[in-house]
């Protein structure tokens, strides 16, 4: 399994931003798909995460200001992120936990400036 993500960028605070993450593999099950987050020095976050029938988990930092969907037919996940904010800068990954293992994609760096 592997997993691309994609659609970071820079951003002015109070913007949006849509990331995607893309997995490629045969992947059958139960299974889920979180994106987290790191800046430099800290442990990496969780940011939301997704089970394959829809429920999702937020942190308490973007809840009401994010929105997490995937399309399984697709093995894609995607995180919409609105009123971003500075202390939203950081490398987004995203992961795929499935029969007891856990995939990471690459990162994609989200920079919230003006």
């Known amino acids: 399994v592997q997993l691309q993500a994609s659609g970071g960028g820079l951003v002015q605070p109070g913007g949006s931003l849509r990331l995607s993450c893309a997995a490629s593999g045969k992947i059958f099950g139960g299974n889920v798909m979180g994106w987290y987050r790191q800046t430099p020095g800290k442990q990496r976050e969780l940011v939301a995460d997704i089970l394959n029938n829809g429920a999702a988990n937020y942190a308490d930092s973007v809840k009401g200001r994010s929105t997490i969907a995937r399309d399984n037919a697709k093995n894609t996940m995607y995180l919409q992120m609105s009123s971003l904010r500075p202390e939203d800068t950081a490398v987004y990954y995203c992961?795929?936990?499935?029969?007891?293992?856990?995939?990471w994609g690459q990162g994609t760096q989200v920079t919230v400036s003006s």
């Open positions: 992961k795929l936990s499935y029969r007891g293992l856990d995939f």
